[in-house]
């Protein structure tokens, strides 16, 4: 039979509002368990009996579900309004810093400006400087070129290279340009260093000069370092004198520089001789001349030196002639 009241056989029945509250609250329980880290509620605390406190509204709770049920209900929200709003009041008020507020231009850019740029040379300084000339017919009325140097780690148009930097000119409407000059220390000093903006004739000035390097700065003549042997570039060597006219032909020949150490001989020494016979020694006996040459090969012209005489040894005991008597014969 159809029943227009009740639960549908077999369902067990409809629950009641306890049963619906308990179901209720399992299912907040689970949901704050996947979503609620537990290890960071500062109200969350487990005493020493193994049951667990919230020090917010003071209330005892037998697991972690029911405490996880109990921050989802009205009791403890409201705690937690009210904590904050006695603190937002007990908080000293601290003053907001005044922050300025820029607006920012849109303008449109009309295009680049018209540029010259001179290079110069101080011959009394030895400085190179560079004249930029950069024209603005299009400016506006109360703007004024600026300018600003940025280095080569800065930019992100090129990759970057240490040795050098870029000079940027601004001004609206142009388009900001800039130019790729040498990274030398620059000299700032003002009759060197200077920037003029001509309203009349629209037009931006800017000169600047660079520093000299200690390599620069060295007096003509004088070589610079060299570095693993090489030669300093576009350096003439030193001027050398030119070297002795050979003597003529037949004249004799000069004497030699005497040797170190010779200062106290008294006799100088004889001058080496060609192929022929030497000169005969101070003191010594005189020399007898060579034999004549025989054959024609190498050794034709070659010629015999001084030969010092032996001293005659006297002859050994016993042999006769000799004045001094014989060794007796060894004993046997």
Same mark, same amino acid.
Request: one cysteine or more; aromatic letters at 8%; proline letters at 18%.
């Given at each position: 039979?159809d029943r227009d009241?009740?639960?549908?056989?077999?369902?067990g029945?409809?629950?009641?509002?306890q049963n619906?509250?308990i179901d209720?609250?399992e299912?907040?329980?689970?949901?704050?368990?996947?979503?609620?880290?537990?290890?960071k509620?500062?109200?969350?605390m487990?005493?020493?009996?193994?049951?667990?406190e919230?020090k917010?509204?003071?209330?005892?709770?037998?697991n972690?579900g029911?405490?996880?049920?109990h921050t989802?209900?009205?009791?403890?929200q409201t705690n937690l309004a009210?904590r904050?709003?006695r603190?937002?009041k007990?908080?000293p008020?601290q003053?907001q810093?005044?922050?300025r507020?820029v607006?920012?231009?849109?303008?449109?850019?009309?295009?680049?400006p018209?540029y010259?740029?001179t290079?110069?040379?101080?011959s009394?300084?030895k400085?190179?400087s560079?004249?930029?000339?950069i024209?603005?017919?299009?400016?506006?009325e109360?703007?004024k070129?600026r300018?600003?140097?940025?280095?080569?780690f800065e930019q992100r148009?090129?990759?970057?290279d240490?040795r050098?930097q870029y000079?940027?000119f601004?001004?609206e409407?142009?388009?900001?340009?800039a130019?790729?000059v040498p990274?030398?220390?620059?000299?700032?000093?003002?009759?060197?260093f200077?920037?003029?903006w001509?309203?009349d004739?629209?037009?931006?000035t800017l000169?600047?000069?660079?520093?000299?390097?200690?390599?620069e700065n060295?007096p003509p003549?004088v070589?610079?370092p060299v570095?693993n042997?090489?030669?300093?570039?576009?350096i003439?060597p &030193?001027?050398q004198a030119p @070297?002795p !006219?050979?003597p003529p032909?037949?004249a004799p #020949?000069?004497p $030699? +520089? /005497?040797?170190?150490?010779?200062?106290?001989?008294?006799?100088?020494?004889?001058?080496?001789a060609?192929?022929?016979?030497?000169p005969?020694?101070?003191?010594?006996?005189p020399?007898?001349?060579?034999p004549p040459?025989?054959g024609g090969g190498t050794?034709a012209?070659?010629?015999?030196g001084?030969?010092v &005489?032996?001293?005659q040894? @006297?002859? !050994?005991p016993?042999?006769?002639g000799?004045g #001094?008597p014989? $060794? +007796? /014969?060894?004993?046997?």
């Open positions: 039979m009241w009740g639960s549908k056989p077999g369902s029945g409809a629950a009641s509002a619906e509250a209720r609250r299912r907040l329980r689970r949901l704050a368990m996947e979503t609620i880290d537990l290890a509620d500062p109200y969350f487990r005493n020493h009996l193994g049951s667990y919230c917010l509204c003071l209330t005892l709770h037998n972690e029911n405490y996880l049920a989802q209900g009205k009791r403890h009210k904050a709003a603190e937002a007990e908080a008020a003053p810093p005044n922050r507020k607006a920012l231009r849109k303008s449109v850019k009309i295009g680049r018209g010259r740029v290079k110069q040379f101080d009394d300084t400085q190179r560079l004249l930029f000339q024209e603005y017919p299009e400016i506006e109360t703007a070129p300018h600003r140097f940025m280095s080569s148009v090129q990759p970057f240490k050098y000079l940027l601004a001004a409407p142009y388009e900001t340009i130019f790729k990274s030398t220390e620059i000299d700032k000093s003002t009759p060197k200077f920037s003029h001509d309203p004739s629209k037009m931006f000169q600047l000069y660079f520093k000299t390097k200690p390599m060295k003549g070589p610079g570095a042997g090489a030669a300093t570039p576009n003439p &030193p001027p @070297p !006219p050979p032909q037949g #020949r000069a $030699p +520089p /005497p040797i170190p150490g010779s200062i106290g001989r008294t006799q100088p020494l004889p001058p080496p060609a192929n022929g016979p030497r005969m020694p101070p003191g010594g006996a020399l007898v001349a060579p040459p025989v050794m012209n070659f010629t015999l001084h030969q &005489p032996r001293p040894m @006297p002859p !050994p016993g042999f006769p000799d #001094r014989a $060794p +007796p /014969p060894p004993n046997m």
